[in-house]
Antibody, heavy 117, light 109 residues
């Protein structure tokens, strides 16, 4: 059974940093592109970034480019999102998700990030 | 990277059909046959319902179908049921990036 479990969310002050993790199990992690998607309270889904199977390619939405970094450790079956210079508008539930071709076939339960002083 | 446009809400009675549109541009929806649709209940993670415009993953009822014409994709729910009341999001590949739709709340009257 495919499982994705996010962790690392919490309360952080504006301008601060946070590192989210996503532990994957039930599939060959190194065989799939992975992605982060977020959802602000009461709002829609926003695609943030994705990373190739070997980490060799990474793509970002403009709103987080230069502030967020997606990475992975295939030996640890883990996906990460390093978030810097956080703003109030980054407050959201952050989901990690696994691709199946060009669709996000599996999602974690999400981790809440709150940016507030 | 503007969000794809979806109607804010659609509604129908049990047994009726409803369609949700998802309008983008030639750089996303119109340029690739990689539109997916997700169902989301409040407080839960999204679930993939349609991939590659028309493909239904295993376990998704066949009353859900997808289509595309030009820059607009559509999700049709035939024979609406109470459990279909949820939020639905489209998503399109846009050349290395992806973009989600604004989301549509489906209400079963």
């Amino acid at each position: 059974e495919v499982q994705l479990v996010e962790s690392g969310g919490g309360l952080v002050q504006p301008g601060g940093s946070l590192r989210l993790s996503c532990a994957a199990s039930g599939f060959t992690f190194s065989g799939y592109w992975m992605s982060w998607v977020r959802q602000a309270p009461g709002k829609g889904l926003e695609w943030l970034a994705n990373i190739k199977r070997d980490g060799g390619e990474r793509y970002y939405v403009d709103s987080v480019k230069g502030r967020f970094t997606i990475s992975r450790d295939n030996a640890k079956n883990s996906l990460y999102l390093e978030m810097n210079s956080l703003r109030a508008e980054d407050t959201a539930v952050y989901y990690c998700a696994r691709y199946s071709e060009y669709a996000l076939a599996y999602w974690g339960q999400g981790t809440l990030v709150t940016v507030s002083s | 990277q503007s969000a794809l446009t979806q109607p804010r809400s659609v509604s129908g009675s049990p047994g009726q059909s409803v369609a949700i549109s998802c309008t983008g541009t030639s750089s996303d929806v119109g340029g690739y046959n990689y539109v997916s649709w997700y169902q989301q209940y409040p407080g839960t993670a999204p679930k993939l319902f349609i991939s590659d415009v028309t493909k239904r993953p295993s376990g998704v009822p066949d009353r859900f179908s997808g289509s595309k014409s030009g820059n607009t994709a559509s999700l049709t729910i035939s024979g609406l049921q109470a459990e279909d009341e949820a939020d639905y999001y489209c998503c399109s590949y846009a050349g290395n990036n992806y973009v989600f739709g604004t989301g549509t709340k489906v209400t079963v009257l």
